[in-house]
């Protein structure tokens, strides 16, 4: 039996999202939550059949408690999406986050959280921080889902390869953070060689990777940005996490942006010692397991150019980092 609740559940990203959800037969009761129109989308989505049943609830009645009442795992993709030339909405969606973590804490404590909302290297220690304060911290428990970035490696990868029906079995580790510089493709470890590139071709390749969102906000034009394919990345993550925590399956790894204090096997300490600076998170490839975070590998082998975009992320992290951490110690969650 597992509960899953979507928070922004009527979004461009929410509702495909859910859609999904609701397909995976792991799922037995899908809780959705959003200000407006999840009424529709849950009777919309409750004729499919599958085994979960599906509740909308918007914000009157305590809607936000009774979408979360016994949640095992809660996705939130609810926020504003970015426009052209806009590069991120920390303030705004730092806001929501922080109100729908309050809830999460008061509610279902012990839910197991992925973030979406951008930006996510933000938003994650907004989460954290509200966790914190109220006394529910577990940092097993908490995802910044990074996916996209890795579904992106594995599509362009794939594509240099000559052969798109590579792209499903092609992974590449993407670490880092999901934002620009931040997202580090650690192509020398992809599942399939590439072949030798000129620099140039390297160095767009990387580019794409970091910035595929541009690439979508710019040909939305003015609509919004990556849903589809969002929606997909988020739904194989949380697929991952539902495996791993109940339904027991050992070896699945994947990048996601997570507390570093999750680990305490020493892969993390490896990890921290990797990097010039230390860092309260990271996106590393994440062994899942009954916990949330069994293990956080560090790096491993890199080539000389990732160590320069390792280098360059980091500072750029670590700002995005704090920036969550200020947001919650100014704007302190209300019960
Ligand atoms: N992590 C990633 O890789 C990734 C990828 C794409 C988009 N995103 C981010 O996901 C977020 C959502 O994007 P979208 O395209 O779905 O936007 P959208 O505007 O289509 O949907 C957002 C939804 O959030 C809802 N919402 C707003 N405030 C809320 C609140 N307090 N409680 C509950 N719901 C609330 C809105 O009503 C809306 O339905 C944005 O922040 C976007 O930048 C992240
Ligand atoms: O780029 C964005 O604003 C959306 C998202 O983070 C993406 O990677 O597509």
Request: one cysteine or more.
């Amino acid at each position: 039996m597992v509960k899953a609740v979507v928070l922004g559940a009527a979004g461009g990203i929410g509702q495909p999202l859910s859609l999904l959800l609701k397909s995976n037969p792991a799922v037995t009761e899908l809780g959705l939550f959003d200000i407006v129109n999840t009424p529709g989308v849950a009777a919309d989505l409750s004729h499919i059949n599958t085994p979960a049943k599906v509740h909308g609830y918007l914000p009157p009645n305590d809607g936000l408690k009774k979408a979360l009442t016994d949640a095992d795992i809660v996705v939130i993709p609810a926020g504003v999406p970015r426009k052209p030339g806009v590069t991120e909405c920390v303030q705004i969606n730092a806001g929501i986050v922080k109100d729908l973590a309050t809830g999460i804490a008061t509610t279902c404590p012990k839910a197991f959280v992925l973030v979406i909302s951008n930006p996510v290297n933000s938003t994650v220690p907004v989460v954290a921080e509200v966790f914190k304060k109220l006394g529910v911290y577990n940092p097993k428990r908490l995802f910044g889902v990074t996916t996209l970035d890795v579904v992106r490696a594995s599509t362009f990868v794939a594509e240099i390869l000559g052969d798109i029906s590579l792209a499903p079995s092609v992974t590449v580790p993407v670490v880092g953070g999901h934002s620009g510089i931040t997202i580090v493709p650690l192509l020398s470890q992809s599942s399939h060689a590439l072949p030798s590139l000129k620099t140039t071709d390297y160095d767009a390749l990387v580019t794409r990777i970091q910035f595929g969102g541009d690439e979508v906000v710019k040909a939305k034009d003015g609509t919004g940005s990556a849903t589809l394919s969002m929606a997909h990345a988020g739904a194989a993550f949380a697929s991952f996490v539902i495996r791993a925590v109940f339904g027991g399956e050992s070896g699945i790894i994947a990048p996601s942006f997570v507390p570093l204090a999750a680990d305490t096997t020493g892969g993390a300490a490896a990890l921290r010692g990797e990097l010039d600076q230390d860092l309260e998170f990271f996106s590393a490839n994440v062994e899942l397991g009954p916990e949330g975070v069994k293990r956080i590998h560090p790096l491993g082998k890199i080539t000389v150019e990732e160590a320069d975009l390792v280098q360059k992320a980091v500072p750029e992290l670590a700002s995005n980092i704090q920036k969550g951490i200020t947001f919650v110690a100014e704007n302190a969650p209300k019960l």
